[in-house]
């Protein structure tokens, strides 16, 4: 836990991280007020993570128990993800993808931001939604939803932070920037908690592949951010998260015990 001044600041730094990360109707302040506080609040961002993964174990567990076949229970989980933050990772994936096209460092930060989606956008989005549900929908019990689902969640915003403190902003304005760089006690302890969370939820060994396996991909997202555009954006933080999730799922399922 980072250090903090009071039990507010600590609440204030969960509302921020949920304002920033979520569409839930939370009372936090603006993030980009050039106060740095959001940089500060990094720490929270796998407990966002795991409030994620419980609203999508729950439209799991709700789906299961009226009957509705196991990829109809995966395809409402992923679809509560989606609901809880505005499908902001996803958006972040498929301008990553489609900014892998262009030529230049400079095309590709333009691709990025245009609005428009492109074909590779697209396909990224198909792919990340299809594995999802896949593995959500090969599930066999409450028990198991809710432990991929919270490890996922969690430890692929646990990510997040690293990049925001390791590489820099590929903009001179834009999230990357706006959001600040954050100390080491922040990303320190959102790393913490999210290995914490997904070793809680898969147990020791299944925890440690799917942490291994969600690292590598969220950091290989990262790589490729810092060598095709000089460093991180908003974009390139959401695709980190849908990238290191997913291989989240698939250590979690590798391990053999769900």
Known sequence: MPDRDSAADIGADLLLAFGFLTRLPVPARAWSDGTGRLARAAWAFPVVGLAVGTLAATAWLAADLIGLPPLACGALAVLATVAATGGLHEDGLADVADGAGGGTPERRLDIMRDSRLGSYGALAI?????????????????????????????????????????????????????????????????????????????????????????????????AWAMRRLGGQTGDVLGAMQMCGGIGVLIGGVAGGTL
């Open 126 to 222: 198909l792919f990340a939604v299809l594995v999802r549900v896949g593995v959500y929908g090969s599930l066999d019990g409450a028990d198991a939803a809710f432990a991929l689902f919270l490890a996922a969640e969690s430890f692929s915003r646990a990510l997040l932070p690293q990049a925001m403190l390791r590489l820099p902003p590929a903009r001179p304005d834009g999230l990357g920037r706006a959001a600040g760089k954050p100390s080491e006690g922040p990303v320190s302890a959102a790393l913490l908690i999210g290995l914490a969370i997904a070793l809680a939820a898969l147990g020791p060994l299944p925890g440690l592949l799917a942490a291994a396996l969600g690292g590598a991909a969220g950091w290989a997202v990262a």
